[in-house]
């Protein structure tokens, strides 16, 4: 139950983020969706209008059809309705894009708060990617102890796909580093003195490159 409360809470997140940007039709909303949730995540109509018929009842976003009504009549088409933010639903949305608490940090809400970095306070930005970074370098130690116990047990394939995991997540860990150094760089611009260069984790190899991908 409290896992389907949390999905909710993101596709909400995820909605009003994207009416912020433009009102939208629910089958552009739906596409749109995808690409913030993550390929994997496919949202249903059977999700997507429960959620908007809430926030409609709410007050955080309204129905319009009017720009379409005329032109469907016509051509004998039922009119598509457009969701709008309204001012109730700006105002919730950029509550929701100052939280930064642990929740920030899991997977599944990480993604979406970096899809609306754009609309978000720069020390807000810094602390979900250093809260996610610091989740990540304790996953990192968890695998790699893992994996230095159980490696002679393995056979090569599942060796294999646990050593891929390690390395996904060593990648995602230095590309996080890079986003947290762009982010000091930006506040020194405005505080020469706030700057704080991170330390990327080095993988088995020494490496230190970011990767332009995170892979959770």
Same mark, same amino acid.
Not at 1 to 10: H, I, K, S, V
């Given at each position: 139950?409290?896992?389907?409360?949390?999905?909710?809470? &993101?596709?909400? !997140?995820?909605?009003?983020?994207?009416?912020?940007?433009?009102?939208?039709?629910?089958?552009?909303?739906?596409?749109? &969706?995808?690409?913030? /949730?993550?390929?994997?995540?496919?949202?249903?109509?059977?999700?997507?209008?429960?959620?908007?018929?809430?926030?409609?009842?709410? #007050?955080?976003?309204?129905?319009?059809?009017?720009?379409?009504?005329?032109?469907?009549? /016509?051509?004998?088409?039922?009119?598509?309705?457009?969701?709008?933010?309204?001012?109730?639903?700006?105002?919730? !949305?950029?509550?929701?894009?100052?939280?930064?608490?642990?929740?920030?940090?899991?997977?599944?809400?990480?993604?979406?708060?970096?899809? !609306? !970095?754009?609309?978000?306070?720069?020390?807000?930005?810094?602390?979900?990617?250093?809260?996610?970074?610091?989740?990540?370098?304790?996953?990192?130690?968890?695998?790699?102890?893992?994996?230095?116990?159980?490696?002679?047990?393995?056979?090569?394939?599942? /060796?294999?796909?646990?050593?891929?995991?390690?390395?996904?997540?060593?990648?995602?860990?230095?590309?996080? #580093?890079?986003?947290?150094?762009?982010?000091?760089?930006?506040?020194?611009?405005?505080?020469?003195?706030?700057?704080?260069?991170?330390?990327?984790?080095?993988?088995?190899?020494?490496?230190?490159?970011?990767?332009?991908?995170?892979?959770?």
């Amino acid at each position: 139950m409290a896992r389907a409360a949390r999905r909710g809470e &993101l596709l909400e !997140f995820a909605v009003l983020g994207l009416l912020h940007e433009a009102p939208l039709h629910g089958y552009e909303l739906r596409k749109r &969706l995808g690409n913030v /949730l993550g390929p994997l995540r496919a949202i249903s109509y059977g999700s997507l209008y429960p959620c908007l018929k809430d926030l409609v009842a709410r #007050g955080l976003i309204v129905e319009d059809q009017s720009g379409e009504a005329a032109a469907s009549a /016509l051509a004998g088409r039922r009119a598509r309705i457009s969701y709008t933010l309204t001012a109730d639903g700006k105002e919730h !949305f950029a509550e929701l894009v100052t939280r930064a608490g642990p929740e920030a940090w899991e997977d599944e809400r990480f993604g979406v708060h970096l899809a !609306f !970095f754009g609309r978000t306070a720069g020390d807000v930005r810094l602390r979900i990617l250093e809260g996610r970074r610091s989740r990540l370098e304790e996953r990192l130690a968890a695998l790699r102890g893992s994996l230095g116990r159980t490696r002679e047990r393995l056979d090569e394939y599942t /060796l294999q796909l646990q050593q891929y995991g390690l390395e996904s997540v060593e990648r995602e860990v230095r590309w996080l #580093g890079g986003l947290i150094d762009h982010e000091h760089q930006l506040k020194a611009e405005h505080d020469p003195g706030a700057t704080r260069p991170s330390q990327p984790v080095q993988g088995p190899s020494g490496a230190g490159q970011q990767s332009p991908t995170a892979h959770g």
